[in-house]
């Protein structure tokens, strides 16, 4: 099951790239919605979500607030926070299917940039750092938004899907000698010393692996 898995996230991720422009403009006044209720789910039942997961959200009273405060600066760093809602499964798929169109790591809202940007009415901050409170503060700016997202197309996705727990019974990694060309598929091992736990293929990532890891695992298989 876990190779079944790997390939539907891989034919998932090419159908994501192709239609995923005009899905973003069409769920895109849902996405306060369907942030809220995954994150309230992967919250409550332990789902992985490694940017979501390192800010380290605690409930307190109703809310869950992070712990773990981004480093750069910015005048809403300190007040991010989601609101607690208990969320079924059927409603998490509902909110997943919608969430994974848009990119939860963009520090305004639909577009990226730098925190010297900001202005009251477009503050700086990621959704994975404000929670709710950056649906307080929507942004959509035209091309900014168009050619970002033409770059980062379903990348929620990628977040949700494409990086793995060490322990996770889907992990895998195989080194694969193609022609004399070294390819890689799974996800990188967490013996590695950079990136962990990454999905890749073909030689997605290859520079980044440990040549004693790929030759390691080049013996393995």
């Not at 639909?110 to 202005?119: A, F, I, Q, W």
């Not at 409170?133 to 990348?155: H, Q």
């Not at 727990?165 to 022609?179: L, Y």
Request: charged content about 30%.
């Amino acid at each position: 099951m876990k190779y079944l898995r790997y390939i539907l996230i891989l034919v998932f991720k090419l159908v994501g790239k192709i239609i995923g422009v005009p899905m973003f403009y069409l769920l895109l006044p849902f996405r306060a919605y369907a942030r809220n209720r995954v994150y309230n789910y992967v919250l409550q039942n332990n789902v992985y979500l490694k940017r979501l997961e390192e800010r380290d959200y605690k409930l307190d009273n109703g809310v869950y607030y992070p712990t773990n405060i981004s480093k750069k600066s910015f005048k809403l760093k300190n007040d991010g926070y989601i609101k607690y809602k208990k969320v079924s499964f059927l409603e998490y798929c509902l909110a997943l299917f919608i969430w994974v169109w848009f990119d939860d790591d963009s520090n305004y809202d639909t577009h990226d940039g730098n925190e010297s940007l900001e202005t009251l009415d477009k503050p700086f901050g990621n959704t994975f750092d404000l929670g709710d409170l950056r649906a307080e503060y929507p942004i959509v700016d035209g091309m900014k938004t168009f050619k970002w997202i033409c770059r980062n197309t379903f990348y929620n996705a990628n977040y949700m899907f494409e990086e793995i727990r060490e322990n996770d019974k889907n992990n895998f990694f195989k080194v694969i000698k193609i022609f004399g060309f070294t390819t890689i598929w799974g996800y990188i091992p967490y013996e590695n010393s950079t990136r962990k736990g990454r999905l890749v293929f073909w030689q997605e990532d290859l520079d980044k692996i440990d040549k004693e890891v790929l030759e390691k695992y080049t013996r393995k298989n």
